[in-house]
């Protein structure tokens, strides 16, 4: 039941990310066309969608790239002072480099990579390499940084971040189970409850409920649409009726094969009988011939002897 509840978080993330990177599709467009013909880039302006796309197009590039607010004034001074050395154009670095910006606030998911803590934050990217930016932005400590060489300061580079989605949704799942937390918290301090709920203990009584909640369910369809008892007796009524009629038939077939072995056997006996009395009646109509014929074999000696 937890990895439900992970799942729909992370779908309410996915929705919401998928459709800012639409919104911003056409700027990002726009951007890479500009790339293409050549036309000079002061500072442009990044999101999700197009931060790859743009930054690591091509590893002779260099960029200059600010991670603001909007609600930080430290990050409009920071702006304002490099549009100021993109307008004088004195600096004959500004030609070799690009200069971007991206706002943290909508584009959390740079936000995230880049495990912003504090802004404004600037940073220096050459092949897949960079320096952060530690000092006050003024126009003065803007320029030395910007002509950085990434050969001499090899100790203070970092590697360019991927793109972690995976990362990307544990931190808003992480942040959405914070929010949870301090709510339930909250709440049970304003009804005087002293216990204080954690992330694990959180999770451990989330699963119970989940677990809870689905075996009622289950049980309430279960009797809602299931067999009911008055049906299971019915069943096992007709089931040993069905029983009974089949055994009295199985009876009644055998006691028929029994009166048909028996009546099989009188028929025989009758017919013995039968033959019997036929063959005596025979046997005496012989005899009465025999004994006829010997009388008449009598007179006629008598009668030749007078």
């Known amino acids: 039941m937890n990895i439900i509840f992970i799942q729909i978080l992370f779908l309410f993330q996915l929705i919401s990310v998928e459709l800012k990177e639409k919104t911003n599709a056409d700027s990002s467009k726009e951007s890479d066309n500009s790339n293409n013909k050549g036309e000079i880039i002061e500072l442009l302006e990044l999101n999700d969608s197009n931060f790859d796309l743009i930054i690591q197009n091509g590893k002779n590039n260099r960029w200059l790239i600010l991670f603001y607010l909007e609600t930080c004034y430290h990050c409009y001074r920071a702006r304002t002072v490099i549009n100021r050395i993109l307008e004088l154009k004195d600096y004959k670095i500004?030609?070799?480099i690009k200069f971007a910006s991206i706002e943290i606030g909508n584009n959390t998911k740079t936000n995230i990579r880049f495990?912003?803590?504090?802004?404004p934050y600037i940073v220096l990217v050459e092949n897949n390499t960079m320096i952060e930016f530690d000092l006050y932005a003024n126009e003065k400590n803007l320029v030395n940084f910007i002509e950085t060489n990434f050969s001499n300061v090899v100790n203070d580079t970092k590697p360019f971040p991927k793109r972690n989605i995976f990362k990307y949704y544990y931190k808003q799942f992480e942040n959405s189970l914070k929010y949870v937390l301090d709510q339930v918290n909250n709440y049970l301090k304003s009804k005087n409850i002293n216990f204080k709920f954690n992330a694990i203990t959180f999770v451990i009584g989330y699963t119970i409920l989940c677990f809870a909640f689905w075996i009622i369910v289950i049980l309430?369809?279960?009797k809602c649409f299931g067999p009911k008892k008055n049906v299971k007796k019915n069943i096992l009524k007709n089931n040993d009726k069905n029983k009974s009629e089949e055994n009295?038939?199985?009876d009644e077939k055998a006691k028929t094969n029994?009166?048909?072995?028996?009546?099989?056997e009188d028929m025989k006996k009758i017919r013995e009988e039968k033959k019997e009395e036929e063959f005596k009646e025979k046997n005496k109509d012989n005899i009465d011939n025999n004994d006829n014929n010997s009388k008449e074999y009598k007179k006629g000696k008598k009668k030749k002897k007078e």
Do not use: A, R
Request: aromatic content about 4%; overall charge negative.
């Open 220 to 222: 309430l369809f279960m």
């Open 258 to 264: 029994v009166n048909d072995i028996n009546e099989n």
């Open 248 to 250: 009295t038939k199985v």
């Open 115 to 119: 495990n912003i803590s504090q802004v």
């Open 94 to 96: 500004i030609n070799n």
